[in-house]
């Protein structure tokens, strides 16, 4: 008897590498064409050689691919629980929530009114900085290079038109 990480086989078995060489290949393209998943198929050809080390039993010829197919079966499963449970997840969440609720859509349409009314007030250096950086995505040294101003700079006038829109949106509660 020879011990192989924390499993135990016995002489007339394969070793591991042997193993690992012989049907390494062809059970990650067996997973590969099924899960068209690179990560997956490696993982799932190591609980492969995991199961049929644990098994010991002989020549693993005559069934490593029946655990494969076992594993790719219990694979399924699990996702299938996983996906029950996310959809139950996510029904319970939305049922405490209507996308339609007249009062939510109008209090938001009266918050944008509200937001777009205190940037329409910013002086015009102050509202194209922070609609460059907030909604642009512009990085603030771009900007600061268009403006010639340091980044520095623009982060104060990014702060100034928040306040001006968090004040604004405050005042109207």
């Known amino acids: 008897m020879r011990y192989v990480g924390h499993l135990a086989m016995k002489d007339s ?9 012989r ?8 997973f590969l064409r099924r899960l068209r998943n690179h990560a997956e198929a490696e993982d799932l050809t190591q609980e492969a050689f995991i ?9 693993a010829d005559s ?12 694979r399924q499963r699990r ?3 996983r996906d029950r449970y996310r959809d139950a997840i996510s029904a319970e969440q939305d049922r405490h929530h209507d996308p339609l609720d007249a009062h939510a859509i109008l209090e938001g349409q009266q918050r944008l009114t509200i937001a777009m009314s205190a940037l329409a007030d910013l002086p ?10 907030r ?8 900007i600061a290079s268009a403006f010639g101003i340091s980044a520095s700079a623009v982060k104060q006038q ?16």
Do not use: C, H
């Not at 015009?124 to 950086?133: A, C, G, K, M, N």
């Not at 909604?135 to 771009?142: A, C, G």
């Not at 038109?161 to 004040?167: D, E, N, P, Q, Y």
């Open 13 to 21: 078995d394969p070793s591991p590498d042997a193993l690992a060489r």
């Open 23 to 30: 049907w390494e290949p062809a059970l990650r393209a067996f």
């Open 51 to 59: 199961r049929v080390l644990e098994r010991g039993e002989g020549r």
């Open 63 to 74: 069934y490593i691919f029946q655990i494969a197919q076992n594993l790719l079966i219990d």
């Open 79 to 81: 996702n299938v629980v």
């Open 124 to 133: 015009e250096r102050t509202r194209s900085i922070f609609i460059l950086y």
């Open 135 to 142: 909604f642009e995505k512009i990085s603030q040294n771009d």
């Open 158 to 173: 990014v702060a100034k038109a928040m306040a001006a829109l968090a004040r604004a949106l405050r005042e109207e509660r």
